[in-house]
């Protein structure tokens, strides 16, 4: 079965400190691998997709299938990138779910 | 605005009551994906239409929930029979062959 796990839920950096949102998946087939972001009072948006390998926002992930992970990293935190931050892989059979872990809430301090 | 659009915002019903959300897809989407959030966790799939077909079901979705997706357009989740354990967000999203683009979400709280 699909499975996106973050193992932490609460990280909390200062401002200008480097940050790394860990994830982790399980998934038999070759999946896509996503990072969304919820800002407060806003909906889910897309941050991140692994194919198309772009930096947004200052933020990257390298999709490393041998050890099953899509960490988020950003080299100097921001306040504005305070949020809750998902995984989520796309599977690639059939129905194309996304399956997402359960957040990280990052804090950036002042 | 062009996005994904949820109605209502917000539904308070008492317990045992049937409630029906709704969801405008952007245009062009194929897919259309209904989820369940409650506080703490991640949304968790519910089920999956791709034009008017329902092809994915979740287990989580018991029969006293229904979805449907006339002419492959918007779409609309009912409730049957409310029960506080139904208390959530219920997000939907569509997407045409990448990301999935979602909408701001329905609050369900069952009184």
């Known amino acids: 079965a699909q499975r996106v796990t973050q193992p932490e839920k609460l990280l909390s950096v200062f401002k200008g400190a480097p940050v790394e949102l860990k994830c982790n998946y399980s998934?038999?087939?070759?999946?896509?691998l996503f990072w969304y972001v919820q800002y407060s009072r806003q909906r889910l948006q897309l941050l991140l997709r692994?194919?198309s390998r772009e930096s947004i926002k200052g933020f990257t992930a390298d999709l490393n299938k041998g050890e099953t992970s899509f960490h988020l990293k950003k080299p100097f935190a921001q306040e504005e990138d305070s949020a809750m931050y998902y995984c989520?892989?796309?599977?690639?059979?059939?129905?194309?779910?996304?399956?997402f872990g359960p957040g990280t809430r990052l804090s950036v301090l002042p | 605005d062009t996005g994904v659009s949820q109605n209502p915002r917000h539904k308070i019903t008492k317990r045992g009551q049937n409630v029906t959300f709704r969801c405008d897809p952007i245009?062009?989407?194929?897919?259309l994906y209904w989820y369940r959030q409650t506080l703490g966790q991640g949304p968790e799939f519910l089920t999956y239409?791709?034009?008017?077909?329902?092809?994915?079901k979740s287990r989580l979705l018991s029969d006293r929930f229904s979805a449907e997706r006339p002419k492959g357009s918007f779409s609309t989740l009912e409730i049957q029979r409310t029960e506080q354990g139904d208390s959530a967000m219920y997000l939907c999203?569509?997407?045409?062959?990448?990301?999935?683009?979602f909408g701001q979400g329905t609050r369900l709280t069952v009184v």
């Open positions: 989520a892989l796309s599977t690639t059979d059939g129905g194309k779910i996304f399956v």
């Open positions: 239409f791709q034009n008017e077909a329902q092809l994915e």
């Open positions: 245009s062009e989407h194929n897919r």
């Open positions: 692994h194919i």
């Open positions: 999203a569509s997407s045409r062959t990448g990301e999935a683009f």
């Open positions: 998934y038999s087939g070759s999946p896509e």
